[in-house]
């Protein structure tokens, strides 16, 4: 490959990018101390170059003492014929050392049967890169000061994040910040061991009061992340009810299908958010037959919402108990940011806002276990279950996940509670969310750019190809300064890799002015897909589908306070997102019989 063709690539490698046919000629020309050229030795640091360079010089390494390839080259050269069959070969010094290093490695091979570990690893991995579904991990650091900024691998090189699930930049929050610094002053570092040896606290209590304050659950026990806490709760429940069979959607998390697996119990598996498919399999079952069944509320890559009340509805007339996941809802939906089931009663919910009873007949209500994160929405780390007190009780006695590890730190667990603490109090970060997320949508839409249709916070567009949906992700990077990562097969169908993009209410007007016509160059450039051109092939995802029904979304504008004037308005550059001073007096009073009195000077409130 001539050196220059190095540049056709520019617009997904950052070295390339800054990289002029001169320079790399230069690098090329030059050669280290370990004899190989500069532009090798600067591909071998890049962390998608330098893992797939060694690979070669190794193999490399073995091929220049043993490869037949190698072995005609060198007889090319010196206008020799070869055939490593003959019988003149063997008389080759080259040639005999290729055929006695290979039988030897056929040899050991064999011997003993070993297996061949290393190249078991190779193939793997090999997949993964072969059907496009290898995952490359990009190095952002997003900075408190500026979230929703973050630096790559030079801090100087700085970045918007468009699709961290830090949703309503609650890591940054100043009442959070403060109230995990104090915890980490007054308790440490670390809890001390699981929760049965050293690692209950008061402040884990305090944290699994609020949470079933939240949900209006008698109960709720809190764990090291969601995936821990959907893998335990489900295999537990399935495996403890006698010949339980559960109910899953197809488009289940995998921590829920682990969990399902985990137990044992049989499963069966109906259309996403298909609600004659679920009715028919559960017809199928005799109703004295325990039964759950298992479903999100959100789910997160295509955006669509469960039907969580005609669920329920099937639930009680065929005799199963509910699961839900809220992990991308928690903060996000509902007065109290209890989710989507809290939503659907919103005005039953508000009007009761200081209570922890139930709303009898409430969707939430009637959910048997919910499930939900502490590292989204809240901003910090770990998962939780609420329900009643003896499912919760059960599941805290059986499950080896809950049991058998070290639970969460003082510090995070104080943070998780300040933050679900402030957003009780305050709906402003959360709608103003869903202002910006209907902004971009709107955007997008205006240049025919493909979004899945669907009611929630979550923004995928559709690319249509692994390969192409990689090289968008990494030339928004590269180019436009925007991080927004590519979603493949396993997580979404072939077919239908998108980007998925996840607005803050930090973004500003300009932020996302910069965003769309950032993406609106990345599809003239890549040739990718419009909404016309999804029409003309017949649709695909809810794209471009003929007769599609008009999605509306879950927050209405009554709610957003778009009919009274009270929405929260978007910022403009260089403004700073909007604390509520109240919410976070309440959000510090909260561990105060822990903590002490706020002490020194007060928080920073932006007004």
Not at 224 to 235: E, F, H, P, T
């Amino acid at each position: 490959m001539q050196v220059t063709s190095l540049l056709r690539y520019s617009g997904v490698c950052p070295f390339l990018g800054h990289a002029t046919a001169g320079s790399l000629r230069n690098l090329a020309t030059t050669t280290t101390a370990h004899n190989v050229s500069s532009l090798t030795a600067k591909a071998m640091t890049c962390p998608m170059m330098g893992p797939k360079l060694a690979g070669i010089s190794a193999a490399r390494t073995y091929a220049s003492v043993a490869g037949n390839r190698e072995v005609e080259e060198i007889h090319k050269q010196k206008n020799v014929t070869f055939n490593p069959a003959s019988a003149e070969a063997a008389k080759c010094p080259h040639a005999k050392a290729a055929q006695e290093v290979a039988t030897k490695a056929q040899r050991d091979a064999q011997a003993g049967g070993i297996f061949d570990y290393q190249r078991f690893y190779e193939t793997e991995l090999e997949k993964k890169h072969k059907d496009k579904s290898y995952r490359y991990f990009n190095n952002i650091n997003r900075l408190a000061a500026k979230f929703p900024v973050a630096h790559t691998a030079s801090t100087k090189d700085e970045v918007d994040v468009w699709c961290s699930n830090d949703y309503l930049g609650m890591s940054k929050n100043p009442v959070v910040l403060k109230t995990m610094k104090r915890t980490l002053d007054r308790y440490g570092a670390g809890a001390g061991g699981t929760r049965n040896i050293a690692g209950n606290g008061a402040l884990h209590l305090s944290l699994e009061d609020e949470l079933a304050s939240l949900h209006r659950k008698q109960a709720a026990l809190v764990f090291s992340s969601c995936y821990v806490a959907n893998d335990a709760c489900l295999a537990t429940i399935g495996a403890k009810l006698p010949g339980c069979v559960v109910f899953s959607d197809s488009s289940n998390h995998a921590s829920m299908i682990q969990g399902i697996r985990h137990s044992g119990a049989k499963k069966v598996i109906f259309k996403h958010n298909d609600m004659a498919d679920l009715e028919a399999k559960l017809k199928a079952v005799p109703k004295e037959t325990p039964k759950l069944i298992a479903f999100e509320s959100v789910y997160s890559m295509c955006g669509s919402v469960a039907p969580i009340e005609t669920i329920c509805d099937l639930a009680d007339k065929y005799g199963a108990i509910t699961f839900l996941d809220e992990v991308h809802a928690v903060g996000m939906y509902g007065p109290n940011g209890a989710g989507v089931a809290e939503h659907l009663d919103y005005e039953g919910h508000i009007a009761t806002k200081e209570s922890s009873e139930p709303v009898k007949g409430s969707v939430m209500d009637r959910i048997d276990i919910i499930t939900g994160t502490l590292g989204k929405a809240y901003g910090v780390v770990g998962g939780y279950i609420a329900g009643s007190s003896d499912l919760v009780d059960v599941v805290r006695s059986y499950a080896p996940g809950f049991i058998f590890t070290t639970s969460l730190p003082p510090a995070v667990v104080a943070g998780a509670q300040a933050s679900i603490a402030y957003q009780r109090e305050f709906m402003g970060d959360r709608r103003l969310q869903q202002l910006n997320t209907r902004e971009v949508k709107r955007q997008l839409n205006g240049l025919d750019i493909p979004v899945v249709p669907n009611p929630s916070h979550i923004i995928p567009v559709l690319v249509g190809d692994a390969a192409l949906a990689k090289e968008a992700s990494d030339m928004l990077l590269a180019k436009h300064k925007i991080y927004v990562q590519s979603i493949n097969y396993p997580t979404v169908a072939v077919g239908e890799e998108r980007l998925r993009i996840t607005p803050t209410p930090g973004h500003t007007t300009e932020q996302i002015a910069h965003l769309v016509s950032s993406i609106d160059a990345v599809f003239n450039k890549l040739n990718l897909k419009r909404i016309k051109d999804w029409k003309t092939a017949g649709g695909r995802a809810g794209v471009g589908m003929e007769n599609a029904p008009t999605v509306e979304p879950i927050w209405k504008d009554k709610h957003l306070g778009l009919e009274d004037g009270s929405a929260p308005v978007r910022l403009a550059e260089g403004e700073k997102g909007f604390v509520r001073g109240e919410a976070v007096e309440v959000a510090q009073k909260r561990l105060t019989h822990l903590l002490g009195a706020e002490a020194g000077p007060a928080l920073s409130i932006s007004a």
